[in-house]
């Protein structure tokens, strides 16, 4: 065997291998770090116009709990579910729903979408 | 009249395959039909052991005549044109060309670029110091190789391997061992399903319960405009750094620069499902048909299949040893089993860490820690091939 050989094209793999990625390490830290700094750079600027944004946000939560009021029970359906599948021992022993809101039943999610899009139509500018 | 029947009967008979079959082509058949049980019942990696399967026991039916290895394998080391001008080359020829001319792995990595997320990897980078370290298998095994007297070519075609990447695996052993590509390809895609057999005991015995219990921070968000940059930055350095795998890495990064640029999301699901489906399809029935008998029942495809295996747990052994070193440096704050996600086996060797993490709490989820040095071993791999293809090509 060419043990020569061997050597050489095993410490010179190893170190083009990790130089490669160390590279790229450094380049993608490196654009990581400059991104977060301009978004926080970006955040203090845009602090002045933040109230007016959080009033319009408010309004939309409140009309997407009206009208998606199981979504939390949902992820933790999901979340679960994905628990489940990941890990054998896993078991969901119960369900509890800490919170709860009534909805009319006798609206149908035709009506819903109805009063969503024009409550969103008021707030619009 | 009788005799006249009885005649040509016979002669239909002794013309047919039935009695032309070896012991040879009976035993490929036998082998062919249990990895068509084990793609079929077990699903092991089936989109390609399947049609990997079918092509072997195709090219082991005597007098078929749909793979002449002599086209693409001769004195000259050129494809032999003239049989296809005169007509003698059969089907399987025709789809060897394009592993022969090396056109479809870097069409599946179009696929395989269009369908990973590099969100996880870009979000940790450290996870690419993981990925390299789990490059070690495959040097360990070539130089095993080596030791059982392969041509130092062949050694290192066998030594891929270890990085767990079908695709970089036949792309460098059609340039480095053709003889040897269908025993490769098997021992890749075998050994790529068994993920979840051979990394769990070597993962469990180089960490300690306490070091699997460590719950890592979560991830932080990644940009689109990050996502976007990401392939573009690989493709330069890598291709500048190894030209030789220039077709691999460009075509991966062109799949998911069309992923997450978001404006040519037709193109990105056509490389994702037609295209990918397609070359697979092709891709595998012509590695089946490379493993005649005559080639494929030597000794020499024990020792690789043995050397595969040894590829696979070093990999994941120098992984998980340099997660323990991180760990140790960043004062515990990395799971030292994610660093065997960094064989590339995308994305089997995250879910076995993530499965092995659990055993320890189940609270801990580390898959889209894993997925990191998982997709930085893909790169990885790509760049060790281009070194061995450029040292021993």
């Known amino acids: 065997m060419d043990w020569k050989l061997a050597l050489s094209v095993t410490l010179v793999g190893i170190s083009i291998v990790f130089l490669a990625l160390v590279c790229l390490w450094l380049i993608v830290q490196g654009i990581g770090a400059f991104m977060s700094r301009s978004k926080k750079d970006g955040g203090e600027k845009s602090l002045a116009v933040k109230p007016e944004i959080r009033e319009e946000t408010a309004a939309e939560e409140v009309i997407f709990d009206a009208g998606n009021n199981f979504e939390e029970e949902l992820v933790a359906v999901i979340t679960a579910a994905i628990a489940q599948y990941e890990s054998g021992e896993f078991r969901i022993k119960s369900i509890v729903r800490k919170r709860s809101k009534r909805v009319e039943k006798k609206r149908s999610a035709w009506a819903l979408e109805g009063m969503r899009s024009g409550i969103e139509n008021r707030f619009r500018v | 009249m009788i005799k006249d029947f009885i005649d040509t009967v016979g002669q239909l008979l002794s013309d047919s395959g039935f009695a032309n079959f070896t012991w040879g082509q009976l035993l490929m058949i036998l082998i062919s039909c249990v990895l068509m049980y084990l793609a079929i019942k077990k699903q092991y990696e089936p989109l390609l052991l399947l049609p990997i399967a079918f092509g072997m026991l195709l090219t082991n039916l005597p007098i078929a005549g749909i793979y002449h290895p002599d086209i693409f394998i001769n004195e000259s080391q050129h494809i032999d044109w003239s049989a296809f001008a005169n007509g003698e080359a059969g089907l399987v020829d025709i789809f060897y060309l394009g592993i022969k001319l090396g056109i479809y792995p870097p069409l599946i990595f179009i696929g395989v670029g269009a369908m990973t997320d590099f969100g996880p990897l870009i979000a940790n980078p450290k996870s690419f110091l993981l990925g390299a370290a789990a490059q070690f298998g495959i040097f360990a095994a070539f130089i095993g190789a080596l030791l059982f007297g392969f041509a130092p070519a062949v050694a290192g075609a066998i030594g891929i391997i270890g990085g767990a990447d079908g695709p970089t695996a036949i792309y460098l052993a059609s340039k480095l061992a053709p003889d040897h590509l269908g025993a490769i390809a098997v021992a890749a895609y075998s050994y790529m399903a068994l993920v979840p057999i051979i990394q769990p005991p070597i993962m469990k015995l180089l960490t300690t319960k306490k070091e699997r219990s460590i ?135 995250a879910r076995v860490v993530q499965k092995v993490g659990q055993q320890e709490n189940p609270g801990n989820f580390l898959l889209m820690h894993a997925m990191g040095p998982n997709v930085a071993g893909v790169i990885g791999s790509a760049v060790a091939a281009g070194v061995l293809l450029s040292m021993l090509g």
């Open chain 2, 215 to 349: 719950v890592m921070e979560q991830l932080r968000p990644v940009s689109k405009l990050e996502k976007i940059c990401f392939p573009i930055i690989v493709m330069i350095l890598v291709i500048c750094l190894v030209p030789d795998v220039a077709a691999l890495v460009g075509c991966l990064m062109l799949g998911n620069l069309m992923k997450e640029s978001g404006v040519v999301e037709r193109l990105s699901k056509t490389v994702q499902n037609e295209l990918m489906n397609i070359v697979t399809v092709l891709l595998g029935v012509s590695v089946g048909c490379t493993a005649k008998a005559e080639n494929f029942l030597s000794g020499g495809t024990l020792v690789i299949l043995g050397m595969g295996l040894v590829a696979f747990a070093i990999a994941t052994a120098f992984g998980v040893l340099f997660g323990k070193l991180m760990c140790v440096i960043t004062k515990g704050k990395i799971n030292p089993l994610i660093g065997a996600a960094g064989v590339s086996a995308v994305p089997m060797a």
